[in-house]
């Protein structure tokens, strides 16, 4: 079985896109590193236990990371996921809790352990945790065998500004890092989860009737929902981590990516935490990063469907 590292800040699509990679029988999660983004450190901690309860497969250890960026004070996005992150509706761990240990020692520890190529990182947050581990152990984190990461508007516009995406510019300084650092990078980009890869109304309620853990990962998308239908008319989700999860680990899901040179935007300026993906080769310089634009949505949402039982 493949190894992965999954790092979160587990707010309410983060959630589904753990229970969908916990009922994946390829992979094995050696374990979750948490980190500030949706919601602060310890609330994204108890979210990833609660979620491995709910998903009830396999236990991995739990260990909380960064509690904020590297240089900027963090924004939450409690309108998009609720101050809870998980829609407000008074969900609960019931036992669990987190391992000691902190979490950028234990990703460093893991890939020392292992051999290069053994253990894959993805990352549904803000890649804070990930720099730093990158930082204090450049060799041992050259040992991934790839990084991919939800984040980036990849070839679209942002959804925090027209060119910036949640992940990335929540702390762009440590997105910075882990671009340049030249290990092999996947960015799954906004663009991979909207329009017909978003969930309509049907596919919601497929999921939710299935039975306690689609049930779980649509309820607790509750403040994401209600903002949708606001904006849209009708209930329907952007799973932009679920994307990124099925990209990942199931590469039938891709439609479209390409390698690109990458650069993140860290100027103090309109365009902070924008990813220039250099689609014309203006620079001349060599492409460091793959970037998925684009899912098959009907292999996608399949592969939804069946990690999740629904
Ligand atoms: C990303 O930002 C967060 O709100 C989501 O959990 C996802 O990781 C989408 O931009
Ligand atoms: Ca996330």
Redesign the pocket.
């Known amino acids: 079985k493949q190894k992965i590292i999954i790092d979160t ?6 959630a589904m896109a753990i229970a969908m990679a916990l009922n994946d029988p390829n992979y094995e999660i050696l374990f979750f590193s948490t980190v500030a ?2 919601v602060d450190v310890d609330q994204a901690t108890y979210n990833t236990l609660m979620t491995i309860e709910y998903a009830g497969t396999y236990e991995p250890p739990v260990y909380r990371g960064c509690d904020t960026a590297l240089i900027r004070n963090m924004v939450f ?1 409690h309108e ?2 609720g101050m809870d992150g998980m829609g407000d509706i008074g969900l609960k761990v019931k036992n669990s809790k987190p391992t000691s240990g902190h979490a950028v020692n234990k990703i460093i520890e893991a890939l020392d352990k292992h051999d290069p190529g053994e253990i894959e990182i993805i990352t ?2 803000t890649l804070t945790n990930i720099a730093l581990a990158i930082r204090l152990a450049p060799d041992t984190m050259r040992k991934v065998k790839r990084i991919t990461i ?2 980036t508007a990849g070839l679209g516009v942002g ?2 500004t027209p060119v910036a ?3 990335i510019w ?1 702390d762009a300084e440590a997105a910075k890092i882990v671009n340049d650092f030249g290990v092999p990078i996947m960015y799954v980009g ?1 663009d991979a ?1 909207i329009d017909e890869a978003m969930l309509n109304e049907e596919e919601i309620n497929r999921i939710r009737n299935s039975g306690e853990l689609g049930k779980f990962v649509i309820d607790c998308n509750t403040c994401l929902m209600e903002m949708n239908k606001k904006r849209f008319g009708e209930y329907c989700l ?1 799973m ?2 679920p994307s ?1 999860i099925a990209a990942a680990l199931n590469h039938e899901c891709i439609k479209e990516c390409e390698k690109y040179y990458c650069e993140v935007d860290t100027s103090f300026g309109p365009s902070y935490g924008g990813v220039l993906v250099d689609q014309y080769r203006f620079s001349e310089k060599e492409p460091n990063a793959y970037v998925c634009s684009k899912l098959k949505v009907d292999v996608y949402k399949d592969y939804i469907f069946k990690t999740l039982g629904a």
């Open positions: 800040d587990c707010g309410s699509d983060d983004g949706n996005a998009t996921h549904l947050g939800m984040g959804n925090v995406e949640f992940n929540q906004w989860c952007d932009a981590d990124a």
